[in-house]
């Protein structure tokens, strides 16, 4: 239970220094209206990835019962069924913030124009990798949910930690970018931990399918 539930307790830990950075870059950059836009933001994309965190619950305990029994042709159909709605989940969030940013943003705050312009700009730009989270948030579950908690760490952490935090340190002091530094450091943390989610679990699926027909050969024999 320790080893299993490491993994959501390290992202939470990863999810409060995130914010500490996270604050005080923009604060730094934009000041109090940047606080301002990204609790919007984060506010925004927890609305879109919910549904997510609902099938990644509702998927688990198939994933990991299916894996136990050795049924691993129904562990790729559940995670591939899995991944697919969640795809499409957030490519649906990703045309609705692209397209109606400043209508999201007045559903928070419809006075402050300089909230309202520096908002949709920073949420079209930090939500700009959104169709492919959905995949990234569903490979860390996996992971966990067949008892490899090292990797779901990994998974977990990537974004968060391994890429985000650095981005946000650097990419603002970058060619002066600033603001707009601060902005890019989602998508890039987005995009690279995307990129770390594919190799495994592409790794993973090519082992699954080598268990599955050794499994077959062995109920044939």
């Given at each position: 239970?320790?080893?299993?539930?490491s993994?959501?307790?390290?992202?939470?830990l990863a999810?409060s220094?995130l914010?500490?950075?996270?604050?005080?870059?923009l604060y730094n950059?934009?000041g109090?209206?940047?606080m301002?836009?990204?609790?919007?933001i984060?506010s925004?994309?927890?609305l879109?990835?919910m549904?997510?965190f609902?099938?990644?619950?509702?998927?688990?305990?198939?994933i990991g019962y299916n894996?136990?029994?050795e049924?691993?042709?129904?562990?790729?159909?559940?995670?591939k069924?899995?991944?697919?709605?969640?795809?499409a989940?957030?490519?649906?969030?990703?045309?609705?913030t692209?397209?109606?940013?400043?209508?999201l943003i007045?559903?928070?705050n419809?006075?402050?124009?300089?909230l309202?312009t520096?908002?949709?700009?920073?949420?079209r730009?930090y939500?700009f990798m959104?169709?492919?989270v959905?995949?990234?948030?569903?490979?860390?579950?996996y992971?966990?949910a067949?008892g490899k908690?090292?990797?779901?760490?990994?998974?977990?952490?990537?974004?968060?930690v391994l890429?985000?935090?650095?981005?946000v340190?650097?990419l603002?002091?970058?060619f002066?970018?600033g603001?707009?530094g601060?902005w890019i450091?989602?998508?890039t943390?987005d995009?690279?931990?995307?990129l770390?989610?594919?190799v495994?679990?592409?790794?993973?699926?090519?082992?699954?399918?080598?268990?599955?027909?050794e499994?077959?050969?062995?109920q044939?024999a």
């Amino acid at each position: 239970m320790m080893a299993i539930g490491s993994a959501p307790f390290a992202m939470q830990l990863a999810a409060s220094l995130l914010n500490i950075i996270l604050n005080n870059s923009l604060y730094n950059y934009g000041g109090e209206i940047a606080m301002s836009a990204i609790g919007v933001i984060m506010s925004v994309s927890m609305l879109i990835l919910m549904p997510i965190f609902g099938i990644n619950q509702g998927v688990q305990p198939i994933i990991g019962y299916n894996y136990g029994a050795e049924r691993y042709d129904r562990v790729k159909k559940a995670l591939k069924l899995a991944i697919l709605i969640a795809s499409a989940i957030t490519t649906l969030g990703f045309i609705i913030t692209q397209l109606f940013s400043k209508q999201l943003i007045q559903m928070f705050n419809r006075e402050d124009l300089e909230l309202l312009t520096m908002g949709s700009r920073g949420l079209r730009i930090y939500m700009f990798m959104l169709p492919i989270v959905g995949a990234q948030i569903i490979s860390s579950n996996y992971f966990q949910a067949t008892g490899k908690p090292l990797l779901s760490m990994i998974l977990s952490l990537s974004r968060q930690v391994l890429f985000l935090i650095p981005a946000v340190l650097i990419l603002p002091r970058l060619f002066d970018l600033g603001l707009t530094g601060v902005w890019i450091a989602g998508p890039t943390a987005d995009f690279l931990a995307f990129l770390v989610a594919s190799v495994l679990l592409l790794r993973e699926m090519g082992q699954l399918d080598a268990k599955h027909k050794e499994s077959l050969s062995l109920q044939e024999a």
